[in-house]
Structures are given as structure tokens and as C-alpha cells.
């Protein structure tokens, strides 16, 4: 009964290890995300301050 336990706690590290790893990936990946958001907003801001600059001018 005593290594049963032993087993047990080992296989318990190594879930909790890999819930841990997925959960820093996840993160991650979550992290990229908003980055990209983030650079294609601006991206879509600057565009938008151009093309309202250009029509003042025009006009």
C-alpha cells in the first residue's frame, strides 16, 4: 500500500507539471494574439488618420 502512494504522488507531479506547461503556452499564445490585434489596429488607425489627412487636402 506504501508504493502505491509512491505511484500515485509521481503521476500526480507529472499531471500537474503538464497542466502547468499548457497552461504557460496557452498564455502564450494568448499573448501573440493580442499583439497582433493590437499591431493591426494601429495599422488600421494610421491608414485612417492618412486617408483623412489626404482628404483634407484634396478638398
Given at each position: 500500500m506504501g508504493?502505491?502512494?509512491?505511484?500515485?504522488?509521481?503521476?500526480?507531479?507529472?499531471?500537474?507539471?503538464a497542466c502547468a506547461i499548457g497552461s504557460a503556452?496557452?498564455?502564450y499564445m494568448v499573448a501573440v494574439e493580442r499583439q497582433k490585434q493590437n499591431r493591426?489596429?494601429?495599422?488600421a488607425e494610421s491608414?485612417?488618420?492618412?486617408e483623412s489627412e489626404g482628404?483634407?487636402?484634396k478638398v
Open positions: 508504493t502505491r502512494g509512491v505511484i500515485g504522488d509521481k503521476w500526480s507531479m507529472r499531471i500537474l507539471w503556452i496557452s498564455l493591426d489596429r494601429m495599422m491608414l485612417q488618420a492618412m482628404s483634407g487636402e
